[in-house]
C-alpha cells in the first residue's frame, strides 16, 4: 500500500464528488485511485485486498491516497470493512439538501440512460415497490448512515460539509480539507472547471422515444455488438440535448410539498446530529 494518509470521499451521491474528485487530483501529493470510483467496501469486496492494492500500484512518495466512492456512505456493511482494513481511515462527506439531492439524481438517472423517461418523478418518489425509487430517497437520509460510520470512527476522522457551501466558496472548503488530511493548503488549485453535470434533454419526448427504441435493440443483440452500438446510441442521445449551461425542469411544487414532508423528522435527526441549522433545506 502506498504511504501517507489513506482518505475516502464516501458520498453523497449528486453532491459534488466528482468535482470535489477531480480538483483533489490535481494536487501534486495526493494520489487517486485508478480506476476514481473503486467500489471494493461494496460490492466489490470479494475480491480481495490484493484488488484494492492493485488500484493504487501507480501510486509512489505521496502524501495522501484516495478512492472516490459515493455508495459508500449508503452501503451499511462499508463503514466496518474499511475500519477493518484501514482504522485511520479519513472520511470525507458532502451532503446536499436531500429534496433537491432526490430530484438531481433521478434526472441525471434519465439522461444517462440508468434510469426509464417513462417513469416520472412523482411516480417513482411515490412507488414503495420500485427499488430505484426507494434508494433515490434512502440515499438522503444522512443521518442514520452517518451513524453506521460513527460506530468504527471518531468524529475527528470524518470531516462533513454542506454541497452549498462548497458551490459557494469551492476553495475555502478544499483548504478546509487538505488542512483535515494535514498537507500543504496554500497550494493554488483550479476550481473553475464543474464535472459531471448534469445535462436536459432538448425534449423528453423525443428522448423517451429514443430509450423505447434501443431497449429492445439491446435485448436481441450479443454483447459485443452491443458495446459496438453503445457509440451510435451516445451520438444520438448527444443530440437530443442542447449545448451550454441549462437550467434543469423545475419540480412539480406538489413533489416538492411531498419530500419537504418525508424528509422533515430525518433532517431534524441530522440538525441535532451535527448541530447545524438545516433550515434552507425546507
Known amino acids: 500500500m502506498p504511504s501517507g494518509t489513506f482518505f475516502s470521499i464516501c458520498g453523497a451521491p449528486k453532491a459534488g464528488t466528482t468535482s470535489l474528485h477531480h480538483y483533489l487530483g ?73 429534496i433537491e ?32 425509487g426507494r434508494r433515490v430517497l434512502e440515499l438522503g437520509l444522512y443521518c442514520e448512515q452517518l451513524a453506521r460510520f460513527e460506530k468504527h470512527f471518531p468524529r475527528d476522522q470524518m470531516l462533513i460539509g454542506l454541497f452549498q457551501t462548497f458551490r459557494e466558496d469551492n476553495e475555502a472548503f478544499l483548504s478546509r480539507i487538505l488542512t483535515f488530511l494535514e498537507v500543504d ?5 483550479q476550481t473553475s472547471e464543474q464535472h459531471n453535470s448534469t445535462r436536459y434533454p432538448r425534449s423528453r419526448k423525443a428522448l423517451r422515444v429514443a430509450y423505447t427504441l434501443w431497449e429492445p435493440i439491446k435485448s436481441t443483440l450479443p ?31 406538489k413533489d416538492r410539498a411531498y419530500l419537504r414532508e418525508y424528509y422533515a423528522e430525518p433532517n431534524k435527526r441530522l440538525e441535532e446530529w451535527l448541530n447545524r441549522d438545516l433550515s434552507h433545506w425546507k
Open 26 to 98: 490535481a494536487y501534486p501529493e495526493i494520489c487517486v485511485s485508478q480506476p476514481k470510483e473503486t467500489d471494493f467496501f461494496q460490492h466489490r469486496y470479494d475480491r480481495g485486498l490484493k484488488y484494492f492494492e492493485s488500484c493504487f500500484e501507480h501510486c509512489q512518495n505521496t502524501l495522501a491516497w484516495r478512492e472516490s466512492s459515493p455508495g459508500n456512505m449508503i452501503h451499511p456493511e462499508a463503514p466496518e470493512r474499511i475500519a477493518s482494513h484501514f482504522p485511520n481511515a479519513r472520511l470525507i462527506f458532502v451532503l446536499r439538501n436531500s
Open 101 to 132: 439531492r432526490a430530484y438531481s439524481q433521478y434526472l441525471y438517472g434519465v439522461v444517462r440512460g440508468t434510469d426509464t423517461p417513462r417513469i416520472s418523478f412523482s411516480k417513482l418518489i411515490r412507488d414503495g415497490d420500485d427499488e430505484w
Open 185 to 189: 493548503s496554500s497550494v493554488d488549485l
Open 223 to 253: 454483447e459485443r455488438a452491443v458495446e459496438k452500438m453503445c457509440g451510435l446510441r451516445s451520438s444520438v442521445r448527444d443530440l437530443l440535448f442542447q449545448s451550454g449551461t441549462q437550467e434543469k425542469p423545475p419540480m412539480k411544487s
